[in-house]
């Protein structure tokens, strides 16, 4: 065959071709290597390179991958990723689509953790829904750490600094070893029968995976969300990601950064109440001049209401005149009635009787005075009174004797 008549490739048919044969050539591989060059991007995708002291190849980890990996890779860590190999086509570059990432050597630990991770992410103990609300203003902070930790002494610091007026209780206890999930699960049923605290500081120090295995126990899982006190979690560095992290109510970077989140600054507070008072003068002055403007509004009203002062005056004038007029009637009234009644007294006065010529005789019996008014009433020998008109005179008849 002359060379006229062989296909001729493009260089990006050919660069297609080598990458369709690696891909059907390898399918999932595992490398292990130390990153260099690594770069995150605004977009979230992740690229840098794997080498060791024969080679290096370039990697490409994009957003909905890396979003999984629990830490921020840098350059000189040394990593096992599983991956796609490929060439990308542009440059002919061969290349690494990575699926995961972990730090190299931690093997069956990582694959324990993202197990575990999967399945509490399942059961929603991740979900901001059921995580309780951290209080701004506690009244007193509990912190679970290991007395003998550093961290306890930068978290006492901190809130020492930032909130010196608040309660601080330590529930001590181991934060690594095998014991150390028990210990912390027995510190959070502690914290629980107390109910001195409003929130919980879960604290511990960096260190190697292994170092902080404890903080990725099921139970002490379980035992952080079911707490019925919010937890503010601070476990080693900010590149540090523990499943404590995952279920805590907050997590924070380091345990400075769970104290900072937990305590608020006492000038901050200071400011808050200032703006507070501020605002209760303001409402206080607003008070006082709505009501101010509903009384100038009620005199108002109650001006108009009113009658003018001189028309009621000679109102009241003509009322006093009027029950003047009627009360002097009525009197002259009640004094022709006395006179009348007068009168009719007078004349059945006894005494103008006995003025006219007439008499009362009076008989005795017994002490006991009572009017003759029958002549067979008088009895001889008998003492009687007789009433005249000037005067009075005792008798006594020797005779009677009846006229017909």
């Not at 060059?37 to 002291?53: R, V």
């Not at 599983?82 to 542009?90: D, F, K, R, T």
């Not at 440059?91 to 694959?111: K, P």
């Amino acid at each position: 065959m002359s060379e006229i008549s062989r296909e001729i490739l493009s260089v990006g048919d050919l660069n297609r071709a080598i990458a369709a044969s690696l891909e059907d050539r390898f399918d999932t591989v595992w490398v292990s290597g130390e990153i260099s060059n690594f770069k995150a991007y605004d977009s979230g995708h992740w690229y840098f390179s794997l080498k060791d002291e024969e080679g290096q190849i370039r990697c490409v980890m994009f957003r909905g991958r890396n979003g999984q990996v629990g830490f921020m890779p840098q350059s000189g860590d040394l990593v096992e990723v599983s991956a796609n190999l490929g060439l990308y086509v542009p440059r002919g570059d061969i290349q690494l689509t990575i699926q995961t990432l972990r730090r190299a050597g931690m093997g069956g630990l990582y694959e324990a953790f993202l197990k575990l991770k999967a399945k509490l992410a399942k059961e929603g103990l991740f979900d901001e829904e059921r995580k309780r609300e951290i209080p701004t203003h506690p009244r007193s902070i509990g912190i679970i750490t290991s007395p003998q930790a550093a961290a306890l002494k930068d978290v006492l610091s901190t809130l020492a600094r930032r909130a010196p007026h608040i309660p601080i209780v330590i529930y001590p206890t181991l934060v690594q070893g095998p014991d150390a999930p028990a210990g912390i699960i027995s510190a959070l049923k502690a914290a629980e029968k107390e109910n001195a605290v409003d929130v919980i500081l879960l604290v511990r120090g960096g260190g190697s995976i292994e170092d902080l295995w404890a903080f990725n126990d099921e139970q002490l899982a379980y035992a952080i969300a079911q707490s019925p006190i919010p937890i503010v979690s601070g476990v080693g560095h900010e590149t540090d990601f523990t499943i404590a992290d995952f279920v805590s109510d907050l997590r924070a970077p380091t345990p400075t950064g769970a104290a900072e989140l937990a305590a608020p600054r006492k000038d901050q507070m200071l400011q808050e109440l200032d703006a507070i008072m501020q605002a209760l003068l303001q409402r206080i002055n607003q008070r006082v001049e709505r009501e101010a403007q509903t009384l100038d509004q009620l005199a108002l009203r109650l001006s108009h209401a009113l009658p003018n002062p001189d028309r009621m005056r000679e109102q009241i004038q003509g009322w006093q005149q009027r029950l003047n007029q009627a009360w002097s009637v009525r009197i002259e009234s009640w004094k022709r009635n006395q006179t009348h009644y007068q009168s009719q007294l007078e004349m059945l006065n006894p005494q103008r009787t006995l003025e006219r010529g007439y008499a009362v005789i009076l008989s005795k019996e017994k002490d006991q005075l009572h009017v003759v008014r029958d002549p067979e009433e008088l009895v001889a020998n008998a003492d009687y009174e007789i009433h005249l008109a000037n005067g009075v005179s005792e008798v006594q008849l020797t005779k009677v004797s009846s006229k017909t």
